[in-house]
Structures are given as structure tokens and as C-alpha cells.
């Protein structure tokens, strides 16, 4: 069992950006926070700003999630990390984010549910925010992304808030789909297993790659 230790939201700031304003600089928020089903190009937090509406937010990218450990893990090479620095809705504790399942359920708190669904793909507006050149290269090289989530059952979250993790029959991980999308084509067959609890359109992209 894991924990929420924070919950974050962000609003809009000029960033180096495509857009020139991102929502990236997510902020730590006291109370309960309302979670649902969001539109295209939003973010599923009430209350949380998303800018680059072409490449983030929508149902299969409602909630994203990083560990408190992966972030104490990069203090020594960044500095400092406050909750919320990449960008994550919730920081986890106890929680191996990464070794996530694809399509697994976390049960958090008194009703709300989310399904883990890709690993997040590092762009420029990350390295811009983090102000560190080669930023995208050195994040990917980690292999340790941070996992987006889907709203199965709506509710609320808050800092403190329980995660009871439901997993599926099958051991393809956040870690094994970040390094075959990212590094290693050869282990694109070994996602098949999770294929339908991918979004529509990173499962076509694998099928495609595939053949």
C-alpha cells in the first residue's frame, strides 16, 4: 500500500515553451481536491492549468504521478525538489511508480479510481522549466518517467490519502514501455500483453512499429 504525500495543481506561466506558457510549475494545495473525467486538453484536477492542449491533458492523461523516492533520487544531480517540480498532480510515497503495470488500478482514498496508462514522454517545455540543457536525453536515459493515469471513478484525493494497487495478469511495466518506446524498439513485442489497456492512439503506434 502507498500514500498520497502531496497533491499538486498548476497554473499558467510563461515558460520557454511552443506555447510560451505552460502549467507545468504543478504547486502543492491543501484540502481535498475534486478528480473526474476530463475533457480534451484538461486535466482531470479541478483547478489545474494545461497549456500545450495538442500534447497533454485529456482522458488518458488526467493525472500524472511521480514518487517522492524517484525525485529525492534526482536531488543530488538538480537540487533541492519540492513536490510538484515535474509537473506531477500527485507525488507518491511507498508507491514504485515505475514498476506500475500498465492498466493496473489504484484505489485511492474513500472512492476514486485511476488506471495507470503510459509513461510520460519528456519534451522541451520540461527542459525549459528545469532550465538544464540536454534535459530530454538525461531524463530518458534515467528511465524513470513517471506514470499518466486515467479516471476510472471519479472523486476526491487528498495529501495523506491510502493507494491500494489492483494489478493485472501480465508484467508490462511503465519502465518496459518507456524503454520500448523510447530506446529499445526490440521490446516493443513485449507490450502485446497490455495492448488493450493502452490509449487508442499509442496502441496504433505500436502496432504500426511493429509491423
Not at 510563461?14 to 505552460?22: N, P, Y
Not at 533541492?80 to 511507498?94: H, S, V
Not at 526490440?186 to 490509449?199: K, T, W
Request: hydrophobic share 45%; charged share 25%.
Amino acid at each position: 500500500m502507498g500514500v498520497i504525500e502531496s497533491v499538486n495543481v498548476g497554473v499558467e506561466r510563461a515558460v520557454l515553451a511552443k506555447t510560451g506558457r505552460s502549467g507545468i510549475d504543478k504547486r502543492p494545495v491543501p484540502g481535498a481536491v475534486s478528480i473526474a473525467v476530463p475533457a480534451a486538453g484538461c486535466s482531470g484536477l479541478a483547478g489545474d492549468r494545461i497549456s500545450d492542449v495538442d500534447h497533454h491533458g485529456g482522458p488518458d492523461q488526467a493525472v500524472y504521478a511521480y514518487a517522492r523516492e524517484d525525485l529525492d533520487a534526482w536531488e543530488p544531480h538538480l537540487g533541492p525538489l519540492r513536490a510538484g517540480t515535474f509537473g506531477e498532480n500527485l507525488t507518491t510515497r511507498d508507491l514504485d511508480v515505475t514498476g506500475a503495470r500498465i492498466g493496473e488500478r489504484w484505489h485511492v482514498g474513500q472512492g476514486l479510481v485511476l488506471q495507470v496508462t503510459v509513461p510520460r514522454i519528456p519534451c522541451r517545455t520540461f527542459a525549459a522549466w528545469l532550465e538544464r540543457a540536454g534535459w530530454v536525453r538525461e531524463f530518458t536515459t534515467a528511465g524513470v518517467p513517471g506514470a499518466y493515469l486515467r479516471v476510472v471513478t471519479p472523486g476526491t484525493v487528498v495529501a495523506g490519502d491510502a493507494v491500494v494497487v489492483e494489478r493485472p495478469d501480465h508484467d508490462v511495466t511503465i519502465g518496459l514501455a518507456f524503454r520500448a518506446v523510447m530506446t529499445a524498439p526490440e521490446l516493443l513485442p513485449e507490450l502485446l500483453p497490455a495492448l488493450d489497456a493502452l490509449p487508442d492512439d499509442v496502441r496504433d503506434r505500436v502496432l504500426r512499429r511493429l509491423r
